[in-house]
């Protein structure tokens, strides 16, 4: 079973400047099942799994959607390999694309056309063309043992955590190239989301905390933000102005107003061990994949509490996405920044 956190989206809707794909409305979570070897698909009108779990590879660990052209990529961290899931029809394409070692977090950029997987045991980021599913280019050198990862399209950036160096490493998504120096966040950074509206970063660290980066800038802004036990993943909602962090050592989700950046209300209890979550800013829903209940929490987001029950789904959940805007009425436009 795997303990790294898959890269968490920042939300479902397509990135700027895309056309939607023409399932935009067929929408869909995607879970992967590392015990399982399988992704889990969870209609999210129906709040029920659809269909069988898709087979992928060993291990899969994250998942990141193309909403553009319609497919999920799946990191294998078994298979050292990515598998392409065709979201119109919930079925692997082509076969799978080796990549490096201990693959476990992965991030479109759908206007650039590429897929960015971090390789947790090459200490390095490769680069897929999701026009032509084949790598493009070398391996990127970061940090020492990469986990997340996440996209900025409108400034053309990947964001990658350095688990083993404290950092987080920023890629170029223009030339491929990391640029700068690396970003020094604190000890063991794990999970990574992209607020793009206001232009922000936030990386959890194991030290129970959340580091905010100013995407403008690359540089870190305000203190580190407390949060709970274990921090693995992270998503934003920037519609809302939130954040929403997975604690799981606390079995707790963590909301961040990300107008503030401070914490708002308690933490939202989940399932155990919580180590995956991707927002659905459309319809007002955060999905938590928690690892030791073999299940997905749903969060209103509009009130920050869980609706229904937990949605069973295969053994050992971590990476969870998203595959299109969803086919509900929009919630309100926000909440005031300061609530």
Known sequence: MAVLPAAAPQAAAAQAGSVPHKDRLHTRVYVTNAGSDTVSVIDTGTGTVAGTPIRVGDNPVAVATDTVRGRAYVANAGSNTVSVIDTGTDTVVGTPIPVGTFPVGVAIDARRGRAYVTNNGSNTVTVIATRTNTVVGAPIPVGNTPVGVATDT????????????????????????????????????????????????????????????????????????????????????????????????????TVINTDTDTVVGDPIPVGANPQGVASDAACGRAYVANNGSNTVTVINTDTDTVVGDPIPVGANPLGVALSADSNCAPSAPGRPAGE
């Open 154 to 253: 409108v400034r053309g950036r990947a964001y990658v955590t350095n688990l083993n160096s404290g950092t987080v490493s920023v890629i170029d998504t223009d030339t491929d190239a990391v640029v700068g120096t690396p970003i020094a966040v604190g000890a063991f950074p794990a999970g990574v989301a992209t607020d793009i509206r206001r232009g922000r970063a936030y990386a959890t660290t194991l030290l129970e905390t959340v580091a905010v980066i100013s995407t403008r800038t690359n540089t870190v802004v305000g203190d580190p933000i407390p949060v709970g036990h274990g921090p693995l993943a992270v998503a934003t909602d920037a519609r809302r102005g939130r954040a929403y962090v997975a604690n799981n050592g606390s079995n707790t989700v």
